[in-house]
């Protein structure tokens, strides 16, 4: 088995987004730092509603997929063909904007903690202007499998291979058909626990440390992972991490990459500026979501 590395360690930096909600911002923090074809990871994360209440008012969407997963708190999604779904902790809705989707996403409580992630997931060019859709994923229908050393490990997105056993999730791509093959778990190690399970050749990986801290790689060569960064992994066939002295919670995700041009501006991504330039004017003049 080929080892993946740990090529790039990209820190997450504060900013804000929507009506003023605080994040963290890893993939897409900058013009072009994306993993094929992941294009922006945002963690929010508050016990302050200051910093989330305004949440993110009505906005457009064309050309990819969001991915939102809960961790705390219960969030609203309504959008303009009339779908209404509340997310609450462990809920994930998995969105594909493609043509074009106007929806909000807005907090559903006045205090306590607000956490989770929304991921950006590129569409190929085929795909871009086909009929938005969603899904609302409920806690409950995602598997949650106990590793032989005592970790936990929930798998979202694809087929994984855990401790000898085939597990699908929900969003799995033989009843789906996304074109990216996405892989996508949530991982806790225990202090010093590790993790190693196989992964598909060729396609693009990365993960985010969201608790604690790691080492990645193979025994002898790995390189620190550390709190709140992307880490960008080699090709290969395999993964290993070792959680650090405090454990390691994260996210690990995995694609086909589309090796297509990728240009974006602000909530559009396309593969070429007069794309661009005509999902300004279908929003313009009412075009995008019909």
């Known amino acids: 088995m080929s080892i993946r590395t740990l090529v790039h360690v990209i820190e997450s930096v504060p900013t804000s987004d929507g009506a003023g909600v605080k994040l963290r911002r890893s993939l897409g923090s900058q013009r072009g730092l994306h993993v094929d074809p992941f294009l922006m990871l945002d963690e929010f994360y508050s016990d302050n509603p200051d910093d989330y209440i305004a949440g993110f008012p009505a906005h457009p969407h064309r050309g990819f997929e969001t991915v939102t997963y809960m961790l705390d708190g219960r969030m609203r999604h309504e959008d303009h063909m009339g779908n209404r779904g509340d997310l609450g902790p462990g809920d994930v809705q998995w969105m594909t904007a493609a043509h074009g989707i106007i929806h909000s996403e807005m907090p559903q409580q006045s205090a306590g903690r607000m956490r989770g992630f929304q991921l950006w997931l590129n569409l190929p060019s085929h795909e871009k202007m086909k009929p938005a859709t969603y899904r609302d994923i409920p806690a409950a229908a995602i598997p949650r499998v106990a590793l032989k050393h005592g970790g936990e490990a929930k798998v979202i997105a694809g087929t994984v291979e855990l401790d000898g056993n085939f597990i699908g999730g929900p969003v799995n791509n033989s009843e789906a058909r996304l074109s990216t093959d996405p892989l996508y778990l949530d991982v806790h190690l225990s202090a010093g626990e590790i993790f190693s399970m196989p992964t598909t050749a060729g396609h693009s990986a990365f993960l985010y440390a969201y608790e604690g801290s790691a080492q990645v790689g193979a025994a002898g060569a790995a390189k620190r992972l550390p709190h709140r960064a992307a880490g960008v992994l080699s090709d290969g066939d395999g993964i290993r991490i070792e959680a650090g002295p405090e454990g390691v919670s994260l996210l ?38 019909a």
């Open 252 to 289: 690990l995700l995995a694609a086909r990459p589309l090796r297509e041009p990728v240009v974006q501006y602000g909530p559009f991504v396309m593969n070429t500026r007069e794309e661009i330039e005509q999902a300004l004017a279908d929003y313009r003049d009412g075009r995008l979501a």
